[in-house]
């Protein structure tokens, strides 16, 4: 195991912080779309759980996001995935979608949630690819949730800023919050089942 993952959600970096990191590595990929692809392939089945399972995850992300993670991004997204997998586990729901603060324009969180949901669906979908688990049905309501998603994917950016479209982005915030939670959960305990299978 690379990290005991019990309370790794408090190593989940700011948006800022992520920010500064892609930046200092060359990247110009929005914080949240990283964490969207990270959270979607937890949502497939990966887990970061082993150096093994951490290698194919980072190079699946590579791949849905058409990036490099080497060196000091290596390491960033080791903990950031752990931190990811812990809060969505956490009885206390702590998951969070990883969004520009509050303090931030309404605009800039608008394209970061339409970024997360994009690199959930990216991340996801090359889950799914990679574990060749393409003939597995996907549960009903982690369909439906993907095809909201999408919807979410087109959200209109330029908004006038407003105490209704602050309630809505909260709205879907909480949406794809719990959604993730939801999806993610279901996987990694049917990955845990089908581990069991084999064993026994």
Known sequence: MLLDALGAFEDMPSW???ANSLFNAGQTLNPS???G??????????????????????AAL??????DLTGDMFDFVSRMSLATLSAIQDADYTF???????????????ISVSEWSRGFLSGFTQGITQREAAG????????????????IVQ?????????????QLDDVIEYIRFAAINIVNEAQSLRETA??????
């Open 195 to 200: 581990s069991e299978d084999l064993e026994s």
């Open 33 to 35: 779309a990283l964490h």
């Open 96 to 110: 969070q979608p990883l969004l520009p603060s509050d303090d931030s324009s309404l605009e800039e969180r608008l």
């Open 136 to 151: 597995e049905p996907i549960p009903c309501m982690t369909a439906e949730a993907l095809k909201d998603m999408a919807a």
């Open 62 to 67: 590579e791949k849905a996001l058409a990036i």
């Open 16 to 18: 800022d912080d992520a």
């Open 155 to 167: 959200v209109d950016c330029e908004e006038t800023d407003s105490e209704e479209a602050e309630r």
């Open 37 to 58: 692809a990270m959270a979607g392939l937890l949502g497939a089945g990966f887990s970061p759980h082993t150096e093994r399972h951490f290698a194919a995850t980072v």
